[in-house]
């Protein structure tokens, strides 16, 4: 009722909201555009909030298959829009695209909420117990993503005033570095999170603390290298992805030195996704909301005095984000302390686990810049095939290093994310 009701109420007022507050910067024509574009999305949240729905109930009966599927579907309906629609419809076909993926986000999910004996029957009762739980916890959640949306939109209003280009800049670099944070923070914050709130429920915190402390150390084993060797490779991935046809090598340049101010807050933003998912399990959706909306109060000032003011572009905006992320993930670690016991740097061996995958990720770099140099591989000079040729050895090389360099330094989370990966492949299977 809330996504219909808010979805009617946002088309309603799609054009001003365009015109003040989306795209100040933009001509009357591309903002025209914009709204009916808009209109036409805003279907899709009530698709995508359906499919949320279904993803809890899975994920509390831990079911993960088809919530993790879903994602997937949603983009394939995307690309399919891309590839069928546009030619008939033009960049409205895009936008039908999403309709059709968040339509899809949800219906694939039925049949798992069926095979888990789920028998729904409409009703409205605001005096059910659970439901009354649920609606104290997710006050604070609202405005947390509220404040999230209002970022997003803050740094688009800003990117309009930018140099033409700048805010699909952003995005391409944004959409590359969010790549890993999906597979990994995002998997080890779904999977662990109805563990933790179970634990919480028998009263269990030392067990909920070690849940925590060995999906941050399996996290951060898998982000650190991540985000050194996307830094690294940083240019080829670019070119790899998305220099093609009206997309030239000044865009690439362009884009890899957003995502270079990308990777330094990459390790933040995924923490953040499971250290949140703890206060969630405490009951505590408040704490997170809080210092959610400061860190947002801080981004707005500090992207524009580096986009606008010093004239740093996307790349300020980037570095905003990273720098204000990393504060977020430092106030609330510290306030996690506070509400479990023992949680500092201290709970299984977790100064060891990040020294250890610091040291194995500065040698994966060492090793790729050494890549890099003896091929030469300068997208200035290179051509796509060798910029693709150069980000698959280079994958593969620094994948083959890390894990020599983790194995070496006998990391415990080397067994554990490589146990992760093959439970994960043996669920599907």
Known sequence: VLLSLGGLLLGLLAEPLVGAVLFPGRPP???????????????SPLFMGLGGWAQGILNARQHFTMPALAPVFYNLAIIAGALFLVPVFGVYGLAWGVVAGALLHVG????????TGMRWTPRLNLRDEGAGEVGRL?????????????NIIAMTAIASFLAAGSLAAFNYAYMIMILPHGVFAMSLATTTFPTMASQFAEGDLEALRGTLSRAVRVLLFLTIPAAVGMFVLREELVATLFQLGAFD????????????FFCIGLVSYAVVEVVTRAFYALHDTATPVAVGVVTVVLNLGLAWLLAVTLAMGTNGLALSLAATTTLEMALLWVLLGRKLPGWRLAPGGMVRSI?????ASGVMGV????????????????????????????VAIGAVVYLAAAKLLRSEELDQAVGLVARRFRRRG
């Open 249 to 260: 090598v000044q865009d690439t340049q362009t884009v890899a030195a957003s995502l270079g």
């Open 29 to 43: 024509e591309q903002q025209a555009l914009v709204v009916d574009l808009t209109r036409i999305i805003l279907l």
């Open 108 to 115: 694939v999910q039925v049949p798992a909420l069926v095979r």
């Open 355 to 359: 020294t250890t995958s610091l040291v």
């Open 367 to 394: 090793a790729l810049w050494g890549l890099l140099a003896a091929s030469g591989a300068l997208i200035s000079t290179q051509g796509k095939l060798e910029a693709i040729a150069v980000t698959v050895v280079g």
């Open 138 to 150: 997710i006050l604070p959640r609202i405005a947390g993503q509220a404040a999230f949306q209002v």
